[in-house]
């Protein structure tokens, strides 16, 4: 049996991504590793910093991104398709390049995709996931962000990267272009593994946090778009009230610890309480993030307290075996 994994990235330590933990995480896992690099901007070093990981398991594809053909994130998607074409696994181990494994369940991953290697009904695996906001230690609990995702798939063709490359489904004759169809695309079969993937995405300096939204938000809508949304919003991205999230109790990924030191805007978070209560208090307006919004705070409380952490109402792209 063998894994390979992939990646996609462009920017990535211009906008703050932990690519480099990210594909050391599963580097001891895989057999080879490859990453479809976009020609990225002359402020970034996302290319040294992939070459300094020093691995020959790594390859790396050079790509030029067209927006315009692939528009409203889709080029996430064909991006990801371009490093899953070049593997050579039986398994293909897709990792974005804000999330990172821990090392302890390097084992376990391996084990599943022994045990299912010869089960060829089951297209995919499934993972669970921690979601990080503002720092290292508090995570999302809540309805408004998806709890699993499909993060290993069988080398198929007819596989395929899906929407913004959040996901995979089977597309039959796929044209390369339109990753966004749902019509004649179907749900992987997946099972279940007994991992986490650990979502960095959030965690940024809040004016780094505040440039990556703009970036992706060209990505998905548009320059002209993105310039006028951003000229009505602040340098610096606020984070919310972190109290109102889950306290992260567990060890980082041990790729982590250099990353985690570099933590220095603790002072620029906000952990107070009744922040939403005190600003309507005062009649200020107040920007609610979807987790923080009443809807999703009783559903999650009903998820977590009466259904044991089963979602509800909630999409699922994938058919579980």
Same mark, same amino acid.
């Given at each position: *049996?063998?894994?390979?994994?992939?990646?996609?990235?462009?920017? @990535?330590?211009?906008?703050?991504?932990?690519?480099?933990?990210?594909?050391?995480?599963?580097?001891?896992?895989?057999?080879?590793?490859?990453?479809?690099? @976009?020609?990225?901007?002359?402020? +970034? !070093?996302?290319?040294?910093?992939?070459?300094?990981? @020093?691995?020959?398991?790594?390859?790396?594809?050079?790509?030029?991104?067209?927006?315009?053909?692939?528009?409203?994130? *889709?080029?996430?998607?064909?991006?990801?398709?371009?490093?899953?074409?070049?593997?050579?696994?039986?398994?293909?181990?897709?990792?974005?390049?804000?999330?990172?494994?821990?090392?302890?369940?390097?084992?376990?991953?391996?084990?599943?995709?022994?045990?299912?290697?010869?089960?060829?009904?089951?297209?995919?695996?499934?993972?669970?996931?921690?979601?990080?906001?503002?720092?290292?230690?508090?995570?999302?609990?809540?309805?408004?962000?998806?709890?699993?995702?499909?993060?290993?798939?069988?080398?198929?063709?007819?596989?395929?990267?899906?929407?913004?490359?959040?996901?995979?489904?089977? &597309?039959?004759?796929?044209?390369? &272009?339109?990753?966004?169809?749902?019509?004649?695309?179907?749900?992987?079969?997946?099972? #279940?593994?007994?991992?986490? &993937?650990?979502?960095? @995405?959030?965690? #940024?300096?809040? !004016?780094?946090?505040?440039?990556?939204?703009?970036?992706?938000?060209?990505?998905?809508?548009?320059?002209?778009?993105?310039?006028?949304?951003?000229?009505?919003?602040?340098?610096?991205?606020?984070?919310?009230?972190?109290?109102?999230?889950?306290?992260?109790?567990?060890?980082?990924?041990?790729?982590?610890?250099?990353?985690?030191?570099?933590?220095?805007?603790? +002072?620029?978070? +906000?952990?107070?309480?009744?922040?939403?209560?005190?600003?309507?208090?005062?009649?200020?307006?107040?920007?609610?993030?979807?987790?923080?919004? &009443?809807?999703?705070?009783?559903?999650?409380?009903?998820?977590?307290?009466?259904?044991?952490?089963?979602?509800?109402?909630?999409?699922?792209?994938? !058919?579980?075996?």
């Amino acid at each position: *049996m063998t894994i390979s994994g992939f990646t996609m990235v462009r920017n @990535g330590t211009k906008y703050y991504y932990p690519i480099k933990q990210a594909i050391s995480s599963i580097l001891p896992l895989v057999d080879e590793f490859v990453v479809a690099l @976009g020609a990225s901007d002359k402020d +970034d !070093r996302t290319f040294e910093e992939i070459q300094s990981i @020093g691995s020959d398991k790594i390859r790396i594809i050079h790509t030029v991104w067209d927006l315009e053909k692939y528009p409203r994130g *889709m080029e996430h998607a064909h991006q990801t398709d371009i490093a899953k074409a070049a593997c050579k696994g039986d398994w293909l181990f897709y990792v974005q390049s804000d999330e990172v494994v821990h090392e302890d369940d390097l084992p376990k991953i391996r084990q599943r995709c022994e045990e299912m290697l010869h089960d060829t009904s089951v297209e995919g695996l499934l993972f669970k996931y921690r979601h990080f906001w503002g720092d290292y230690d508090h995570y999302i609990t809540s309805h408004a962000w998806y709890a699993n995702e499909i993060r290993i798939i069988r080398n198929d063709p007819d596989i395929h990267s899906w929407e913004s490359a959040q996901s995979f489904r089977r &597309i039959p004759n796929f044209d390369g &272009i339109h990753y966004r169809e749902k019509k004649g695309t179907f749900k992987l079969k997946v099972a #279940r593994v007994d991992a986490y &993937i650990n979502h960095y @995405g959030w965690v #940024r300096p809040p !004016r780094y946090m505040q440039n990556k939204r703009k970036a992706m938000e060209v990505i998905h809508r548009g320059r002209d778009v993105a310039e006028a949304q951003f000229k009505q919003e602040k340098a610096e991205f606020d984070f919310g009230d972190l109290s109102l999230l889950t306290v992260f109790k567990g060890p980082h990924p041990a790729v982590m610890e250099e990353r985690i030191r570099l933590f220095n805007w603790s +002072d620029q978070l +906000d952990q107070q309480h009744d922040r939403l209560q005190i600003a309507l208090k005062n009649g200020k307006p107040v920007h609610r993030h979807k987790h923080e919004r &009443i809807k999703y705070r009783v559903l999650t409380f009903i998820e977590q307290h009466l259904l044991r952490g089963r979602q509800i109402f909630s999409f699922k792209n994938y !058919r579980l075996k």
